[in-house]
Nanobody, 123 residues
Framework: QVQLVESGGGLVQAGDSLRLSCAAS????????MGWFRQAPGKEHEFVAR????????YYADSVKGRFTISRDNSKNTVALQMNNLKPRDTAVYYC????????????????WGQGTQVTVSS
């Protein structure tokens, strides 16, 4: 059983940056591919970024490509999402998620989820 705790959300202005962090416990972190997803009010979970177990492979949603960077530190059991040039449409609750095996972009493929952290971007 893996527990995930996100941190780093907040209220920022358009063009600002934020760095989200997700701390994992309760399992062998390097066994899990990790993903970041977000959910805006009234909408489904949306894929944002994912990273392989070793960190050697990453993939991004088109909407964040070039602005967001996912990374992981297996020695510290953490995964991060660096978000630059934030836009009002990035406003959502951001979740990190873990799954055994390869990373995917489907929320339903992930077994473990954090509680989420709110990101609000004002114009």
């Amino acid at each position: 059983q893996v527990q995930l705790v996100e941190s780093g959300g907040g209220l920022v202005q358009a063009g600002d940056s934020l760095r989200l962090s997700c701390a994992a416990s309760g399992g062998t972190f390097s066994n899990y591919a990790m993903g970041w997803f977000r959910q805006a009010p009234g909408k489904e979970h949306e894929f944002v970024a994912r990273i392989s177990r070793t960190g050697g492979s990453t993939y991004y949603a088109d909407s964040v490509k070039g602005r967001f960077t996912i990374s992981r530190d297996n020695s510290k059991n953490t995964v991060a999402l660096q978000m630059n040039n934030l836009k009002p449409r990035d406003t959502a609750v951001y979740y990190c998620a873990a799954r055994g095996g390869v990373s995917t972009s489907l929320p339903s493929d992930y077994n473990y989820w954090g509680q989420g952290t709110q990101v609000t971007v004002s114009s």
